[in-house]
């Protein structure tokens, strides 16, 4: 298997929700294809929550590292 990949950079809206990520490799993900590769296992550092308003959300894996947030990654 190789080896997943993790997320580097963000794109966000101008309400500052990400709406696109770039992965290690350089791929440009959505938040929607970003959410299933996720779902899959293919993206290593994060993970998929249900929100309160019952719709699905990404999130980093929580390690004690501020800086490896979602939010604080570099925008892209």
Known sequence: MPERETFVAVR???DGDITAFR???GRVLNYDEALREVR????????????RDGEF??????D??????LDNLPTF
């Open 23 to 25: 992965t290690s490799s």
């Open 64 to 69: 004690g590292d501020p800086s490896n947030n």
């Open 40 to 51: 899959e296992g293919r993206i290593r550092g994060a993970n998929v929550f249900k929100g």
């Open 57 to 62: 959300y990404i999130r980093g894996d929580a």
């Open 12 to 14: 966000k809206n101008g």
